[in-house]
């Protein structure tokens, strides 16, 4: 028989870091809210949680890097909204954001579930924010507790 290994949905002594950028707040502020309510629906307590504001999705590599660093959460949580809009720039923050992000999974070695919405238009950004299960960030937050437990087994 296999060995096999997965991550408990148990956010009990647990730290998740978040970062979440504030361009498109309409949409970044419900799915701060859904994550929050996953980590506390999963047992992560508040003390344990820290949420690090950033202006705009481009800047959520930064700040992901520098809660990595510190060494003090079993994983992180990046919620944003880049909204296509009729701009080029689009592709540069997606592009940014995906692969910064990435490098800092490989750097240290920290679960980050991707919680960045990049959608044509808000309206499909906004249905991707709602209540509960339709809710981007609630989703990224029990992925980063699955993964926190996951990386705890896979060592
Ligand atoms: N930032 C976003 O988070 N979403 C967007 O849709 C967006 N658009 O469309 O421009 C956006 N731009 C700001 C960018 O992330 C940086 O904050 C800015 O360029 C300063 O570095």
Redesign the pocket.
């Known amino acids: 028989m296999p060995r096999e290994l997965s991550g408990a949905l148990e956010g009990r002594d647990l730290c998740v870091g978040i970062v979440v950028?504030r361009?498109?707040r309409s949409v970044t502020a419900p799915l701060l809210a859904g994550a929050l309510e996953a980590l506390a629906a999963y047992g992560v307590g508040d003390d344990d949680i820290v949420v690090a504001h950033v202006?705009?999705?481009?800047?959520i590599p930064f700040a992901a890097q520098a809660l990595a660093r510190s060494g003090r959460y079993q994983a992180l949580v990046c919620l944003?909204?880049?909204?296509r809009?009729e701009?080029p720039?689009?592709d540069y923050?997606c592009d940014e954001v995906t692969r910064g992000v990435g490098r800092v999974v490989a750097e240290y070695r920290v679960p980050v579930a991707f919680g960045v919405l990049t959608t044509d238009t808000i309206e499909q950004a906004l249905a991707r924010a709602g209540e509960g299960h339709g809710n981007k960030g609630y989703e990224a937050a029990v992925t980063a507790i699955e993964m926190a437990r996951l990386a705890r087994v896979l060592e």
Do not use: K, L
């Not at 944003?80 to 909204?83: I, L, N, T």
């Open positions: 950028s361009f498109n202006p705009g999705a481009f800047e944003g909204a880049v909204v809009g701009t720039h689009f923050i």
